[in-house]
């Protein structure tokens, strides 16, 4: 089997192809989700504590040779952990969905009650057998 074939049987397979899917579609939710904290939750957020951007939080720790400041950037650390968290949220929200819909519903599995008929049929048959 040459290693055209091969490639093209292994690209073909139904996983390969969902795998890349989800991954583009990963990929744009990840750019929707930071766009809905950077551009909605950060300054709303920065705007209820005192119009502070958290994008700018630094701490200087002195310059370079060239002259440019050295900064430590923890503002945009938190801007990526609070990221981080959304997408968590969001993925175990839609995951805990998902796996509610793969349960089977549960059952009732105790017996339904006889009809009324068949049980005075029973009660017939039993003052019946007494009598023999």
């Given amino acids: 089997m040459s290693l055209g074939s091969e490639f093209k049987e292994f690209a073909m397979k139904g996983n ?3 795998l ?3 991954v583009i579609i990963g990929a ?3 750019k929707i989700v930071s766009s809905l904290v950077g551009d909605i ?3 709303a957020l920065g705007k209820l504590i005192g119009g502070l951007n958290f994008s700018d939080f630094a701490v200087s720790l002195g310059k370079d040779p060239t002259g440019k ?6 503002g945009a650390f938190l801007q990526t952990t609070f990221d981080f968290i959304v ?3 969001v993925l175990f929200i839609a ?3 998902i796996n509610k819909l793969k349960k089977p519903p549960v059952v009732d599995t105790t017996p339904a009650a006889p009809p009324k008929s068949e049980l005075l ?3 017939i048959r039993d003052l019946l057998a007494k009598r023999v």
């Fill in 20 to 22: 890349a899917v989800g």
């Fill in 95 to 97: 995951i805990k969905g």
């Fill in 87 to 89: 997408i968590a949220f």
């Fill in 69 to 74: 400041e050295v900064l430590v950037k923890y």
């Fill in 28 to 30: 744009a939710f990840g």
């Fill in 41 to 43: 939750f950060m300054p």
């Fill in 121 to 123: 049929l029973e009660e």
């Fill in 16 to 18: 390969v192809v969902d």
